[in-house]
């Protein structure tokens, strides 16, 4: 059964470094999506990503964040200058778009020390 | 504010009782909604997923119903498992790129 892949599972990051958190969709999908959790608290939208560009973001997504598809499989998310609050689990989604569930991935547990 | 949210943050109920999470709405034109089930360390999973044309929806062991008069969904699980165990989310996919807006989700918890 196809899924949505993230790698690495856990990043340890000092705070002010960069990350990447990489997902690979599943194939056949269109629209691409982070979301993130704070432990103990609800999954909050991020960004989502239709036909090479940011088709929506939330108020989270400010410019310590971006989004990059670099070729036909992987689908990337760059925080720069991490903080403190950064720490997350951060989930990748992808769907076929529409009226269609969103399938998610295992997610990154990012921790900023 | 919220769009969506449950009643709920947490529920027991022994193993092989039926479950009811409930959900309740606020945006009378989400025209599709979606339950996932989170289970601890993992991605949310989609259950069942039912469209304002519909007032009830089943699946295997799930049954999703939809009562848009007062804007509010329900989860049923029939016969609860220990595997059931897991945080629920109603969501509503009605953002302009039809992004999720989860609710707070409700604990359940299976007890033997």
């Known amino acids: 059964e196809p899924e949505v892949t993230q790698t690495p599972s856990h990043q340890v990051t000092q705070m002010g470094q960069e990350v990447i958190l990489r997902c690979v969709p599943i194939s056949n999908h269109l629209y691409f999506y982070w979301y993130r959790q704070i432990l103990g608290q609800k999954v909050e939208f991020l960004v989502s990503?239709?036909?090479?560009?940011?088709?929506?973001k939330s108020e989270i997504f400010d410019d310590q964040f971006s989004v990059e598809r670099p070729d036909g499989s992987n689908f990337t998310l760059k925080i720069r200058s991490t903080k403190l609050e950064d720490s997350a689990m951060y989930f990748c989604?992808?769907?076929?778009?529409?009226?269609?569930?969103?399938?998610f991935g295992q997610g990154t547990r990012l921790t900023v020390v | 504010g919220e769009s969506v949210g449950l009643h709920l943050p947490t529920l027991s109920v022994q193993e092989g009782d039926n479950s009811i999470i409930n959900c309740a709405y606020s945006n009378s034109a989400s025209d599709y909604f979606i339950w996932y089930k989170q289970e601890s360390g993992k991605g949310p999973q989609f259950i069942i997923d039912i469209r304002s044309n519909m007032d009830k929806r089943q699946g295997q062991r799930v049954t999703v119903l939809l009562n848009k008069t007062v804007k509010h969904l329900s989860l049923q699980i029939a016969a609860t498992q220990p595997g059931d165990s897991a945080v629920y989310f109603c969501a509503d996919p009605s953002g302009s790129a039809r992004q999720l807006t989860f609710g707070s989700g409700t604990q359940l918890t299976v007890l033997p």
């Open positions: 990503f239709y036909n090479n560009e940011i088709s929506e």
């Open positions: 989604a992808s769907s076929k778009g529409g009226h269609t569930e969103a399938f």
